[in-house]
């Protein structure tokens, strides 16, 4: 009954939300009442433009957002941005549900999920009647925590009430920050990285590297042994000059920036990154 009460006294305020950013604010005060949560954002997707901040908390030891560099292009390699934008996977996710084996060996991990203050993440990912959708992260920031069985059926029963606000208050929601597009373009980048310098193989490894999937699982993927995976990632490294994933990561993540806008062909990244002015 007291769940029922909370859920009930919550969504009275989400209805009467003026506006998405309230309505966004509103929805993660009661999911993180219902579920223990101590953090929680959303992001809106729309017609293939970069992802928009509707409503993110500050990290508390940090004292401000990082959702800012997650926009820069680390979104691309999100598990649940993936399992909304590639797979078209919707509904209640946990991280250790759609995060690949080795994740927390990812330079994705390292560089930019571990200074974001998550411990754990449960995401409600929406899908929206114009092909977008919405991401409601929430995050557990306590060491060790984790989002149970229980909270993500809690949260998979309220979805339909969830589902039906967010497709109201979104649906004519105008994303105007990027241009059309350009959220296509950055997934062909990523596919197309390397592209003018490795071999099919090495590309295939250096993506699958990139996205933290483990040597084993990359091996399972291509049908290959681990130790030719580790030789096509030592030929790739080479060739791209970086001797590190944490190097890959930050290589592609300048490509990525130099890239962005610049041509409407589909091309490696790289070489609008090796072709920038020098000072």
């Known amino acids: 009954m007291e769940l029922i009460h909370r859920f009930a006294q919550g969504f009275s305020e ?35 433009r970069l992802p928009e901040i509707a409503y993110a908390q500050p990290v508390a030891s940090l004292g401000h957002t ?3 560099a997650y926009l820069s292009g680390p979104f691309l390699l999100d598990p649940f941005y993936r399992a909304a934008a590639i797979d078209r996977r919707f509904g209640v996710f946990r991280l250790s549900e ?13 560089s930019w999920y571990r200074n974001c203050g998550y411990q754990d993440e449960c995401g409600l990912l929406i899908s929206l009647n114009d092909g977008g959708f919405i991401n409601i992260a929430l995050g557990l920031t306590e060491a060790n925590a984790r989002f149970g069985k229980r909270q993500a059926q809690l949260l998979s ?15 004519k929601a105008q994303n105007t920050s990027s241009p059309a597009g350009l959220r296509e373009q950055l997934h062909a980048s990523l596919a197309a990285f390397g592209d003018s310098v490795l071999t099919r193989r090495e590309r295939q490894v250096t993506e699958l590297v990139l ?3 483990s040597t084993r699982i990359i091996a399972e993927k291509l049908g290959i042994s681990s130790e030719t995976v580790k030789l096509h990632r030592k030929h790739a490294y080479a060739k791209l000059d970086v001797s590190s994933q944490a190097e890959l990561f930050y290589l592609f993540m300048e490509a990525l920036a130099h890239s962005a806008g610049q041509s409407s062909e589909i091309q490696d990244p790289l070489i609008a990154y090796h072709a920038k002015p020098s000072t």
């Open 98 to 110: 759609l995060a690949p084996k080795g994740f927390k060996e990812s330079e994705y991990y390292r």
């Open 14 to 48: 989400v209805i009467s939300a003026e506006g998405a950013e309230d309505t966004a604010a509103a929805l993660v005060r009661v999911l993180k009442a219902l579920t223990g949560a101590d953090d929680g954002s959303v992001l809106h997707y729309a017609d293939g």
């Open 211 to 213: 996205l933290g999937h």
């Open 157 to 171: 029963a309220i979805l339909p009430s969830v589902a039906a606000i967010c497709q109201q208050r979104w649906a």
């Open 66 to 68: 990082t959702l800012d």
